[in-house]
């Protein structure tokens, strides 16, 4: 690939079960969160995003989860396919007068058939 | 068929030689990005435009410059000066306005490597 998960933290999951990939935020203050999916030498690709209002979102086979006492984000990822093998990385604003994001180095997910 | 486009999706600079990646979105999005993408770390932002014939400093912005002479295009040059341009960058835009917080859609990337 193009070296975009070199060095993180690797997921590895059997096809066909749920991916679980965590994500911790640093100011209690952030009130929308994206997340996104790399795949090797792409761009990132936006899969859910959430607002602090809420505790949970779903989508089609992805579901956010919002834990704000302990600053805590996860994807859940359901029925997980090889072609969900990527990086996985979720954004957290960090200037609130224009929106401007820090973006976590990800955790890549290995699906195995 | 809408979205972001980057080109080329390889580049290959010289030393001493400036080099121009380009962006473009058929989105009608006001505000663009450019980010900047080493092996194992978070993206980092360069340059952003909030509106067209405007434009501001990232967290890394030496050795880089833009433009945003037109709504839907942002070009990047890579000078001389940036030392270390060995990277994957990403343009990226969202549909901008004041406040807020929103997502940004990303392109495909351009590879930049020295020779």
């Known amino acids: 690939g193009e070296n975009v998960g070199l060095h993180l933290p690797t997921l590895s999951v059997q096809e066909g079960d749920n991916s679980i990939i965590n994500c911790a935020y640093s100011?209690?203050?952030?009130?929308?969160f994206i997340w996104y999916k790399q795949e090797s030498g792409k761009g990132p690709q936006f899969i859910i995003d959430?607002?602090?209002?809420?505790d949970k979102r779903q989508g089609q086979r992805v579901t956010v989860l919002l834990n704000k006492t302990v600053k805590h984000l996860s994807l859940q990822i359901a029925a997980t396919q090889p072609g969900d093998s990527a990086v996985y990385f979720c954004?957290?604003?960090?200037?609130?007068?224009?929106?401007?994001?820090?973006f976590g180095s990800g955790t890549k997910l290995n699906v195995k058939p | 068929d809408g979205g972001i486009t980057q080109s080329p999706k390889y580049l290959f600079r010289k030393e001493g030689q400036n080099v121009t990646l380009s962006c473009e979105q058929n989105?009608?999005?006001?505000?663009m990005y450019w980010y900047r993408q080493d092996p194992g770390q978070g993206l980092r932002l360069i340059y952003y435009?909030?509106?067209?014939?405007?434009?501001q400093k990232g967290d890394i912005a030496e050795g880089y410059s833009v433009s945003r002479e037109k709504k839907e295009s942002f070009p990047l040059t890579v000078t001389s000066a940036q030392k270390n341009p060995t990277a994957f960058y990403l343009c990226?835009?969202?549909?901008?306005?004041?406040?807020?917080?929103?997502?940004?859609?990303f392109g495909p990337g351009t590879r930049l490597l020295v020779l």
């Open positions: 990226a835009s969202s549909i901008g306005g004041p406040g807020g917080q929103e997502t940004q859609y």
């Open positions: 989105l009608n999005h006001d505000a």
């Open positions: 954004a957290e604003p960090y200037e609130y007068n224009f929106n401007k994001f820090y």
């Open positions: 435009s909030q509106i067209v014939n405007d434009f």
């Open positions: 959430i607002r602090s209002n809420m």
């Open positions: 100011n209690s203050a952030s009130d929308y």
